[in-house]
């Protein structure tokens, strides 16, 4: 695991989108798994002026995103398919069919989630997944107790989850009770993971994550069992961490074998 801790949110952004850019230049039709929340807004500014600026094309890349509350149509205000629409997809070259987002108004669960699981499969695995985290350690929609080898499903919002997004629908009872959610199986099988948190908010599931025991109390642990997992912090988020001297030697040291 690299644990990279960065000045601030701004450094945190740029780092993230930098990584997308080379990964999409690298391979143009990259599958993106993509998140939501306000932790990647400032990646995903930063991927537009980096489409604006003829730095990168996203005509031919996939997305898949991670999860969407249940019972909201795609168009609803809150719907995570209208947040990626409004923060990213129509400010970029996408082709909108190649994009993803569970729907959420869905009267065949079973059937929705299955699917899901197909597509990602069809286009042959994800290449690089972004994620966010909760303050109760959750991954995507994956609460604490959630299995480690989870698929693609509904599930229980904790009210602490419904809590922290109660700012967006007004009240906490305005926050839908459950979402479909990639499983942490579905996320693990990801070639790579970029997770991102700022803000000392995060500092407590970001020390229990990555410097505590796998459990599924902790969703975001089973990072550790990742071959090509990067936790990207700001130093807000990285404060519960013990071993910042070592984090700041690996990345010293990885600059000074990249220079060679
Ligand atoms: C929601 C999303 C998660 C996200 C989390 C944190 O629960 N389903 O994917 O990581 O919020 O959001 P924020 O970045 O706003 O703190």
Not at 49 to 74: C, H, I
Not at 90 to 117: C, F, M, Q, W
Request: aromatic share 8%.
């Amino acid at each position: 695991m690299r644990v990279v801790v960065l000045e601030n949110a701004e450094a945190v952004a740029q780092f993230a989108a930098d990584f997308i850019v080379r990964q999409v230049n690298g391979k143009p039709n990259s599958v993106l798994g993509l998140a939501t929340g306000s932790t990647p807004l400032g990646t995903y500014r930063k991927l537009i002026e980096a489409y604006q600026a003829g730095r990168v094309s996203f005509k031919s890349v996939t997305t898949f995103n991670l999860d969407e509350y249940y019972g909201l149509e795609p168009t609803h205000e809150q719907s995570y398919r209208r947040f990626m629409c409004e923060s990213l997809f129509n400010h970029i070259d996408i082709d909108l069919a190649k994009t993803h987002v569970p729907l959420g108004s869905t009267l065949d669960v079973e059937r929705e989630t299955a699917s899901y699981e197909q597509a990602i499969r069809g286009v042959g695995g994800i290449d690089l997944q972004l994620l966010g985290i909760g303050t109760d350690g959750h991954i995507a929609f994956n609460e604490p107790g959630s299995s480690l080898a989870s698929r693609t499903r509904l599930k229980t919002l904790t009210r602490r989850t419904r809590q922290d997004n109660a700012r967006f629908f007004g009240t906490i009872d305005g926050v839908p009770k459950m979402a479909i959610t990639m499983g942490i199986g579905t996320i693990m099988e990801s070639r790579e993971l970029l997770l991102l948190a700022c803000g000392e908010g995060k500092a407590e599931a970001i020390a229990r994550s990555f410097e505590g025991p796998i459990s599924s109390i902790c969703p975001a642990s089973v990072l550790q069992w990742h071959r090509q997992a990067i936790v990207v912090l700001d130093k807000g988020a990285a404060r519960g961490l013990s071993q910042l001297e070592y984090y700041a030697d690996c990345e010293a040291n990885l600059k000074e074998v990249a220079k060679v």
